[in-house]
């Protein structure tokens, strides 16, 4: 296995698309920061924007990645030369998480060490621990769909389209909690004067559906994002360890379906 990880670190060293997005979420981190200085924002606000972009990078990245050495035939080969599918898997798991990590370091470290100087002090050690689970979940996701058997091309789709799936999901839970349990409608009285008046809102979720819509929240990968920008429905901690068990599912349901396909 040792053998499989240097193989796949010397590719990734001397892969010209590596080093584009490294060099692509560096810039792009120096302009969300230099936004982030310009409205006058803490260390900690807006530090949220670090999950859509990397997870952007992660959904492109990582079927291209293992479509590649599929394509190129270095998956069949490791198969014929005695490599057990397990270490092959683990291989590609791990690699995903290690990218991922290097990914979310490179955009932080511009956002944290950069944005030290430039940004008011606040704590970040929770967001920073959210954030990571994210992205470990998504890491595996992208995993389990990058071993489907199915085109490299139809993988990086899948994958964007999952995580904008994700994304709509999220944000439609997130605008049903935030409704008000009133809102104000606009009536006419006896004398005819408009006035505006409080009402019921039947978008409100109150009791049963309310802690569905939460839960439902708290396991989607993206419903981290609306909970560092609207506030936590469940304690961080508990929000991180549900994320990393989502994520063993997924690398679970990954492992069956590499276990299971035919490589050519």
């Given at each position: 296995m040792r053998g499989l990880f240097c193989a796949d670190g010397f590719r990734i060293r001397h892969s010209k698309g590596f080093w584009i997005v490294t060099v692509a979420l560096l810039i792009?981190?120096?302009?969300?920061?230099?936004?982030?200085?310009?409205?006058?924002?803490?260390?900690?606000?807006?530090?949220?924007?670090?999950?859509?972009?990397?997870?952007?990078?992660?959904?492109?990245?990582?079927?291209?990645?293992?479509?590649?050495?599929?394509?190129?035939?270095?998956?069949?080969?490791?198969?014929?030369?005695?490599?057990?599918?397990s270490a092959v898997f683990l291989t590609y798991a791990l690699t995903s998480l290690g990218i991922t990590l290097w990914f979310e370091a490179l955009f932080l470290l511009v956002q944290i060490g950069i944005?030290?100087?430039?940004?008011?002090?606040?704590?970040?050690?929770?967001?920073?621990?959210?954030?990571?689970?994210?992205?470990?979940?998504?890491?595996?996701?992208?995993?389990?769909?990058?071993?489907?058997?199915?085109h490299k091309?139809?993988?990086?789709?899948?994958?964007?389209?999952?995580?904008?799936?994700?994304?709509?999901?999220?944000?439609?839970?997130?605008?049903?909690?935030?409704e008000p349990p009133k809102t104000l409608v606009l009536e006419q009285q006896v004398n005819g004067e408009m006035v505006n008046e409080p009402v019921l809102n039947p978008k409100f979720l109150d009791g049963n559906a309310r802690t569905v819509a939460?839960?439902?929240?708290?396991?989607?990968?993206?419903?981290?994002?609306?909970?560092?920008?609207?506030?936590?429905?469940?304690?961080?901690?508990?929000?991180?360890v549900q994320l990393l068990v989502e994520a063993i599912v997924f690398i679970g349901a990954g492992w069956l379906v590499f276990a299971r396909k035919e490589v050519r």
């Open positions: 792009l981190s120096g302009i969300v920061l230099g936004a982030r200085a310009n409205d006058a924002a803490n260390l900690n606000d807006g530090l949220w924007i670090t999950l859509p972009v990397v997870a952007l990078a992660q959904s492109v990245w990582i079927p291209v990645w293992t479509g590649n050495d599929e394509a190129n035939g270095l998956l069949r080969n490791k198969l014929i030369v005695g490599k057990p599918r944005g030290s100087f430039m940004l008011e002090a606040a704590p970040i050690g929770t967001t920073v621990l959210v954030l990571t689970s994210a992205l470990v979940a998504l890491a595996f996701f992208f995993t389990l769909v990058s071993v489907c058997p199915i091309t139809t993988r990086v789709i899948l994958c964007l389209l999952g995580l904008i799936a994700l994304f709509l999901v999220a944000f439609q839970i997130q605008n049903r909690l935030i939460e839960t439902a929240l708290s396991w989607l990968p993206t419903g981290a994002m609306m909970q560092l920008v609207f506030g936590f429905v469940c304690p961080p901690v508990v929000l991180a």
